[in-house]
């Protein structure tokens, strides 16, 4: 081993000390950027919490709203109203997105599924406000306001979920079980039916939760569909019932301190369902995934 | 021509008969179920278009460029909405694509193990949050802190920029409704953008990690080259959810017609605009022209919708790359 | 310095590639690494250890053994790659002229920039041939005549008369041979004074692969090469010293050892341990 080695040094040095700082205040500005977004959504969820706590109470579940100047009430009618108005839409929406995204899987030859891909893209992206607009024109002009227009309004708001959801997981049923099945001698279409859709059962309910919990928070669709202020509880989808989201945006437009607290209860209960139905979600599709050995 | 033998005949029996009426009655349900989505964006585009006619048919082209909306007068024009929508997704845009690139990059490049995925779940929450909560929160928590705090010292320290003028008294209006567009935009790209920056090649990073490069360099080098179009599609995408926002934004915008240099004056953008009037419409011709501007914000909703599609399909820098 | 004979062992095919090989004698020796008990942890399991060796300057020194041996994971440890892997831990000293790159205050960046690395799959990066080989020098700050550096990496890397006219081509469209010598010139361009090559030539076919173990003889007048493959007769064709590297297995668990250490010559037609013979006759592996 020869004696002199020339001195040299592995330590950050003149030029590189600099550029090492520069990627030091590039790392914090990362990590501050994402405790930022972390920051913004507990200070959201617990400062409606907070607000939202006086009106919390059996009467605010159970009670429909008090009539104009009266104290009290509750938002039974528009949970009902709510509840009522997806089912609509889900039932709607669910079986067709299945539909679409077997034929875009197992059917379409790529040159007609793309376009079909960009077709639910772009209705993805619509304005929402466009799309009660439309629904407003074809069902409320002639028949007026009911549950069953805001259903279909939000119908075409979770189609393109539900549809790209089925179709994720219809492509990840491995090819092997897809011709195991055809070459079995099996029929396609018994093949789909028994064999592939099961597979994706839980990929799909997984889509369908996203898209209730999407559908659920929108109101621009409900504005000019199911936005007739009428208090009592019902279930008659021919006619406007009153809803969640409808409800906090009116309430939040009034100058009223009681109904302010009456929208942060709305509120809260509102984003708890989304944020709990987002969290099961996910916990199913990652359950899904893992039986799917992926 | 010989007869194929029916004994040797690949053709299905009777037997078969029951399964090639599901296959035809499969394959045509489902082609009938895609077609009406395809047809479905056709109606909406139709029904849209001509509930506007009248007013499109009466205005023409210089509805676009009307600066005076006055219900009285039945004067309608829709600059000070395109101009509300445009100013309030470019407040929008301009804050949120640097900080959602910057928690993509967070997420993909830097966060420790432990706290990846709760962060990332964490910020598909928020994009979770339904726009009426965040309305509401915009307009009675946001708004006074804005008008109370925010707005003031702003002023104070930027008056001399016209953008920065007289602080609104309760907090709504297009400052207020960018940054609540701000929370919406943010999770959209940087859920975008982190799964782009994780289908970098681990090749590409460490070629550039073995030249002596730190992270950043790599990331400035490598990743965001190679997904800049991506990161340009993801934030049309962003922008296309901005102008399209109606309810979260009536909350607190304020509600106004003048074009105002202003950022903290109260304006309408077209989706806020046509939300806000849906009820109290009290001519024809007004109702008319709201339905003007559904129109006008259709269109640009399908143009960015449709550029950052053609985006995403036709470009990708790392096409080849293995 | 001195040139054997080659003697080629019996299951390596002939050498068509001029080869000189260097044994320098233990007092001409110049130590770049010296590298003591070295051993290397992926969270439970042990991917090496108790590796113990000195790299010399201006030789080709290989690394061989079957696959899962610790060589990626050696020749890695050797520019602190593996400090990117998580949960990785490197234990021992690898002292580089006479330094512990893992030692306090020591930047892994400033490591990297000395010791550069090729990887086994080209990597060259979606840019276009010129800026591939410009990038590293931009980054470094090593603005002056990046031209002729561009082109002199180039050269180096033989590849300067194929791309000469098509400098701002996108690299991708250059074939693998070709940008995994594009990635030899990125890497010679910022002035290293070691390459490693982590199996450069695994998905090459023979003609590139030829050019590659061509381009090795060539450059090592001024570097210092190390070169990790899988293949024996590479070894047997390009290297000075070759080191082969085996697994043990004990209670359970497999762990990368280096057996034996040897001038290539002498590794291959008189190996001391017995499982470096097996190995290179074929019986193993």
Partial sequence: MSAVTPPISLRASGGLRRRRLVNKLMEGVGWTSALLAVAVLFVVIVSVAVRAWPALSWDFFTKPPALFGQPGGGISSAIVGSLLIVAIATAIALPIGILIAIYLTEFAPRSVARPIQLVLDVLNGLPTIITGIFVFGVVVIDHGQSAYAAGFALSIVMLPLVARAAQETLLLVPSALREGSLALGVSRWRSVVGVILPTTFGGVLTGAILAVARAAGETAPLLFTCSIFNPAVSTDVTHALPNIPVLIFTYSEQPDQALHEQAWGAALVLMMFVLVSSLLAKALLARSRRKLGR | ?322 | ?285
């Fill in chain 2, 1 to 322: 021509m010989s007869a194929v033998p029916t004994d040797y005949s690949l053709r299905s029996s009777r037997r078969r008969l029951g399964d090639r009426i599901g296959d035809v009655a499969l394959r045509g349900t489902t082609l009938i179920a895609a077609l009406a989505a395809v047809a479905l964006l056709g109606a909406i585009v139709w029904k849209v278009l001509a509930l506007a006619w009248p007013s499109i048919t009466h205005y023409g082209l210089s509805f676009v460029t009307g600066e005076t909306w006055d219900p009285v007068k039945k004067v309608f024009g829709a600059l000070p909405f395109i101009y509300g929508t445009a100013m309030s997704s470019l407040i929008a845009l301009v804050i949120a694509t640097p900080l959602a690139i910057a928690i993509a990059l967070w997420l993909s490049e830097l966060a420790p193990g432990g706290v990846r995925g709760v962060v990332g779940s964490l910020v598909e929450m928020l994009a979770a949050i339904p726009s009426v909560v965040l309305g509401l929160w915009g307009i009675l928590v946001l708004g006074p802190f804005l008008a109370n705090h925010l707005e003031p010292w702003l002023h104070d320290k930027l008056g001399f920029i016209p953008l920065f003028g007289e602080p609104s008294p309760t907090g709504t209006g297009l400052f207020t409704a960018g940054l609540i567009l701000t929370i919406m935009v943010v999770p959209i790209i940087a859920s975008i953008c982190r799964e782009l920056f994780l289908q970098v090649p681990d090749e590409l990073e460490e070629g550039a990690l073995a030249l002596g490069a730190t992270r950043w360099e790599m990331v400035r080098g490598v990743i965001l080259p190679s997904t800049r179009t991506g990161i340009a599609a993801a934030i049309i995408l962003g922008l296309g959810r901005a102008l399209g926002e109606a309810i979260a934004v009536t909350q607190v915008i304020g509600g106004g017609t003048m074009i105002s240099s202003n950022l903290f004056a109260p304006i309408d953008t077209l989706a806020s605009k046509i939300a806000a009037s849906y009820q109290g419409a009290g001519s024809g011709l007004e109702t008319a022209s709201l339905l003007y501007l559904a129109a006008i914000l259709l269109v640009i909703g399908l143009l960015t919708n449709l550029a950052a599609q053609v985006i995403v399909r036709v470009f990708d820098p790392l096409k080849g790359a293995h």
């Fill in chain 3, 1 to 285: 310095m001195m040139t054997d004979d080659v003697t080629i062992p019996v299951d390596v095919a002939p050498v068509e590639i001029a080869q000189e090989r260097r044994t320098p004698s233990p007092t001409q020796r110049k130590v770049v690494f010296d590298i003591r008990d070295l051993a290397v942890t992926y969270g439970p399991t042990t991917a090496i250890s108790g590796v113990d060796l000195e790299i010399y300057g201006n030789l080709i020194t290989a690394f061989i053994g079957p696959s899962g041996c610790g060589k990626s994971t050696f020749i890695r440890s050797l520019n602190r790659m593996n400090d990117l892997v998580p949960g990785a831990k490197v234990d021992g000293r690898v002292l580089y002229h006479g330094q512990d790159i893992y030692g306090d205050g020591v930047d892994p960046v400033e490591v990297r920039r000395r010791i550069g690395m090729v990887f086994q799959r080209a990597n060259p990066f979606p840019k276009s041939i010129y800026d591939n080989v410009a990038w590293g020098p931009r980054v470094l700050g090593m603005k002056k005549a990046l031209d002729e550096r561009v082109e002199k990496a180039l050269t180096r890397a033989a590849l300067w008369d194929e791309v000469k006219d098509r400098l701002k081509k996108s690299a991708l469209s250059l074939s693998g041979g070709q940008q995994q010598r594009l990635c030899i010139a990125r890497a010679i361009a910022i002035e290293p004074e070691v390459l490693l090559l982590d199996e450069p030539a695994s998905a090459l076919d023979p003609i590139a692969t030829a050019a590659i173990e061509e381009l090795m003889h060539d450059l090592k007048d001024q570097y210092t090469i190390v070169i990790v493959t899988h293949n024996m007769q590479q070894a047997a064709r390009v290297a000075d010293m070759t080191a082969f590297f085996s697994l043990q297995v004990e209670e359970g668990k497999r762990t990368g050892i280096l057996v034996e250490y040897e001038n290539t010559d002498k590794l291959f037609t008189n190996p001391a341990d017995k499982r470096t013979e097996d190995y290179v006759t074929g019986r193993f592996g």
